[in-house]
Structure formats: C-alpha cells, structure tokens
C-alpha cells in the first residue's frame, strides 16, 4: 500500500546541533510529499512541501528537506536547532487520492 | 488573513449532548477539511468538502455531522457522542481540491466527551 513511514518514534539533540528526521515512502510514480510542525496542543503548521523539480526544497523556520528517489526518502534537516523546536514532526503524503495522510509522527526533544 | 480559526477551542460535553465546532477561513480557498487526532498519533482524516459540497465521508459514524454553509464556514455537529471520541479535532483548508495544495491548519478543538 502507498504510505509514509518515519522509523524514529522520538529523537533527542542538543540545542545547536544539526538535525535530521528521516520520512521513507512506498509509491511508484512521484509522490506529494509535505513536512507539518505541531507544538503541543495545537494545529499543525505546513514547513515544506515536494512534488516536482529541484529536489532540495527550502522551507520556514530554516528547514530544508531532500527528495531522493533512489532511496525513497524524504528528510527533514537543519543545520542548528533551537530550544522552540521541540515539537512533534510529520511527514505527510498526498498519492493521487487527493487526501492528505499523516506518517505517525517523530517527538523532537532538545537539551540544552 | 491567513488562518484557519477554530471555536471553542475546549469543549467538555456529556454523552446526551448536542454540540457543534466551528471553522472559519478567509483565505479564499475552495476546499475545507475535518480531521480527528488522539493522543500521540497523527491526524485521521474524516471529511472532505470541495467548493461547499460534501466529497469524502471517511466512513465517519452519523454521530458526527459535518456542514458547509458557506464557501468560508465549516461545522461539524456532535451527537450522542461516546467517551472514545474525546480527541483534537482539527480543521483545514487549502486553496483547491488537487494535490499539490499544503493544507492551513487551524489551532483545533479539544473535545473531551464524559
């Protein structure tokens, strides 16, 4: 089945570190993929988008994330963390179905 | 304005109770969402609506009645709802049906059902 898999439940850094949360996907054709942030109890915000063209795509907040088809993968990265991005990341896919579904998510926890 | 807002943003109801959530966006976008998300999992889509009719009923139970008066309104009626229904209930909406839209999310409504 056409899905986003994020093999890590919860990952923990160091405030200035670099950061990367990996999102693997199974589909033939190219995919619609997309990064949302959720701090805690609230909605969830759109980092980044994929769908066509250069591979390394530019996000908010000093995101980037890569598409690579020959290893099915789509991560999220930044060069440094800070303390306010502790929150929980997804992954998300749109495979043609046009509905949006979530990977289940990475926790992200910084330590000073 | 680039929101989508959401009312109340807690609502305790009982199990006899008649509810509603509401959503607003001014955004101009054509299609509006309700998701559903419990605790530490990732949203579960449950209806789709598309230039104000309904498009996709996730196999939601009638308990939950979704309505779109309006290109810029979303409802979602509660009914008889159960204990297991307490969740985050999201509302979104993207600029048109088709894939390549990023959904806008809005804060959410935490419904706790007793």
């Not at chain 2, 008649?18 to 299609?31: P, V, W, Y």
Request: glycine share 8%; net charge positive; with cysteine.
């Amino acid at each position: 089945a056409q899905s986003v898999t994020q093999p890590d439940i919860h990952i923990t850094v160091s405030e200035g570190a670099s950061l990367e949360l990996r999102c693997n996907y199974s589909y033939g054709a190219t995919p619609y993929l997309f990064w949302y942030v959720q701090s805690p109890g609230q909605g969830l915000q759109l980092l980044l988008k994929y769908f066509s063209g250069d591979t390394l795509v530019q996000g908010i907040k000093g995101f980037e994330a890569e598409f690579k088809r020959s290893q099915s993968s789509f991560n999220l990265r930044k060069p440094s963390v800070h303390w306010s991005d502790a929150a929980e990341y997804f992954c998300a896919h749109n495979f043609g179905n046009e509905k949006l579904t979530f990977g289940t998510g990475t926790r992200l926890t910084i330590i000073p | 304005d680039t929101e989508v807002t959401q009312t109340p943003k807690h609502l305790v109801m009982g199990m006899t109770n008649k509810k509603s959530l509401k959503c607003e966006q001014h955004m101009g976008h054509r299609a509006m969402y309700w998701y559903k998300q419990k605790a530490k999992k990732p949203p579960e889509l449950m209806f789709v609506y598309s230039y104000e009719k309904l498009s996709i009923n996730e196999s939601v139970p009638s308990r939950f009645s979704p309505e779109c008066p309006n290109s810029s309104l979303l409802n979602l009626h509660l009914h008889a709802l159960q204990p297991e229904d307490s969740a985050l209930y999201l509302c979104a909406s993207s600029q048109d049906r088709g894939r390549a839209y990023g959904y806008t999310f809005g804060s959410g409504t935490r419904l706790t059902v007793v």
